[in-house]
């Protein structure tokens, strides 16, 4: 079993930046790592979150069309850790953003609060 740790949320107003990590609790390959955001309120199962960015082991990488240009994902192998450099932040993207990874099994932090004020 692997646990993954979402830290760096937090209130921040419209244009600022934040970071967020996640840290997975043991050294595993996984074949994705990425993140995925819920809107606060929603009621939503896992596969309705909204991609965010993810980046693959191959180097391949993805962003969800409403972040591109603003957000920067990137991961450190070594301590089997994701980053979400988030910038220009508006309030629409404001939710809770989820650490998510696969390793022939899809693993799930437990979130996030994101929170941008206008």
């Known amino acids: 079993q692997v646990e993954l740790v979402e830290s760096g949320g937090g209130l921040v107003q419209a244009g600022e930046s934040l970071r967020l990590s996640c840290a997975a609790s043991?050294?595993?390959?996984?074949?994705?790592m990425g993140w995925y955001r819920q809107a606060s309120g929603t009621q939503t199962s896992e596969t309705e979150r909204?991609?965010?960015?993810?980046?693959?082991?191959?180097?391949?990488?993805k962003y969800a069309d409403s972040v591109k240009g603003r957000f920067t994902i990137s991961t450190n192998r070594i301590r089997n850790t994701v980053y979400l450099q988030m910038n220009s932040l508006k309030p629409e993207d404001t939710a809770v953003y989820y650490c998510?990874?696969?390793?022939?099994?899809?693993?799930w932090g437990k979130g996030t609060q994101v929170t941008v004020s206008s």
């Open positions: 998510t990874a696969v390793s022939g099994y899809h693993y």
């Open positions: 043991r050294s595993i390959t996984f074949t994705v």
């Open positions: 909204e991609l965010v960015a993810a980046i693959y082991a191959g180097g391949q990488i």
